[in-house]
């Protein structure tokens, strides 16, 4: 199993006031800089307060070791006139993802300041596991057979060296969703990188959101789909007008039905994107990758999972990563995690179907993955229980110092990885 390591130190912005040019605030360090524990070993985290660039010499605060903020295992408050940098030493003795957070402080801040893996390589799924592999199945193959997808050229994305195309696919004369269908201009086979957008107003150009790499002059086709069901605009003020009128709430009310749910028809016209795709003379269907981050890494997931067309993918701080009740003290992922979710039983049954703890065990193919351990909208406890349970080939790319974010290094990470997968 692969791992990357990156340094342990964090500048965290604790603001005492809005609009402050120099508030006071927390860099917190933790002693290992893979942030690495095993379970009874002391993990210590050093906190030093500054402002203007110089530690102070008063003031006092209170930091929480919590698991993703819900469970609070200790606390310690600290005296600044006792000394800065603060030092704190604790055993560490659960597997898991530890956030140390500054929970009070007479500057008025809080926030997360440092986070340590307790033996993440331990951390699991609950053994009964749902599966929902026979609806998706079935919800495919009745998909398909009221779709139909037509295509039309887009010249304002088309060159001497490549060829774009919309693909819409229309669903039983009712839902439409779309695709921009880059290739390049040269007759040939190419293999075929896929992107699912994050949450968000989704592409209105054929440019990737994740990798962010042009592919298309390295012999690649691409597949940029939007889950929503509104044409692409022309301008980006457009295309985020159209989604300001589903942002709300689009992907906090699952209702009672799976097949009701806005992710499902959007699931199942990924599937019908790629597979028509797959079918053209010009793909080369032995390599299709399929990449995602936050909202579309989990979608990723669930795609690898339930299209064996899919030979290889990527994801960044994927969502859709255990909704379980029993995983216990853990956040669950996103979007479940969000304040506004319906959180009724009725909820949880739907979202069972797409739970990428269910679906884990189907994922044959190789997956690189990435984990933020300050993130609070895809925690990465869940994203190591999900990886866990992959039986393919796969690798992580830890991040000890981040939140939900792309990094550089993990785009360069990825890169490498598709060109090896597409070869």
Not at 47 to 67: H, I, N, Q, R, Y
Not at 215 to 233: D, K, S, W, Y
Request: hydrophobic share 45%.
């Amino acid at each position: 199993m692969k791992r990357w390591h990156m340094g342990s130190w964090l500048l965290v912005l604790l603001l005492a006031a809005q609009g402050l040019a120099a508030a006071p605030r927390c860099t917190g360090r933790m002693d290992r800089k893979s942030a690495l524990y095993q379970p009874g070993e002391t993990a210590k985290v050093t906190l030093l307060w500054s402002e203007d660039k110089k530690p102070l010499a008063e003031g006092t605060f209170t930091v929480a070791a919590t698991v993703d903020g819900m469970h609070e295992l200790t606390r310690r408050s600290f005296d600044l006139a006792q000394g800065n940098p603060a030092v704190w030493e604790l055993p560490l003795n659960e597997p898991g993802i530890v956030q140390f957070e500054i929970v009070e402080s007479s500057f008025g801040g809080k926030g997360v300041a440092a986070a340590a893996a307790i033996a993440p390589d331990k951390l699991a799924l609950p053994a009964e596991r749902f599966d929902p592999l026979p609806f998706w199945q079935k919800a495919r193959a009745d998909f398909k057979a009221k779709a139909t997808i037509t295509r039309r050229d887009l010249p304002q994305f088309s060159d001497a060296g490549r060829k774009t195309e919309l693909l819409v696919c229309e669903v039983g004369g009712k839902e439409k969703f779309y695709a921009f269908w880059c290739r390049p201009a040269a007759p040939g086979q190419y293999p075929l990188l896929v992107n699912t957008p994050s949450h968000g107003m989704g592409p209105f150009t054929p440019a990737l959101e994740f990798p962010r790499t042009d592919f298309v002059p390295e012999g690649v086709m691409t597949l940029a789909v939007n889950i929503h069901r509104f044409p692409p605009q022309a301008t980006a003020a457009a295309q985020k007008a159209a989604f300001d009128k589903i942002a709300g709430y689009y992907f906090c009310r699952p209702g009672t039905s799976i097949e009701d749910y806005y992710f499902t028809a959007a699931v199942l016209a990924i599937q019908e994107f790629i597979d028509y795709v797959a079918q053209q003379p010009e793909c080369d269907s032995r390599h299709i990758v399929a990449a995602g981050s936050s909202q579309g890494g989990g979608l990723t997931l669930i795609s690898a999972a339930i299209n064996p067309k899919i030979t290889a993918a990527a994801v960044n701080v994927p969502a859709f990563c255990d909704f379980s009740p029993a995983s216990g003290v853990r956040m669950k992922g996103w979007p479940v995690s969000r304040s506004g979710f319906d959180q009724s039983a009725e909820t949880a049954q739907v979202m069972r179907y797409f739970d990428a703890g269910n679906l884990a065990a189907a994922i044959k193919v190789p997956v690189v993955f990435s984990a933020g351990y300050f993130d609070r909208v895809c925690p990465a406890n869940g994203i190591y229980a999900v990886y866990h349970a992959v039986p393919g080939e796969k690798s992580m790319y830890p991040m000890p110092i981040s939140a939900h974010v792309v990094l550089p290094g993990y785009l360069a990470v990825v890169d490498e990885f598709i060109r090896k997968q597409l070869k």
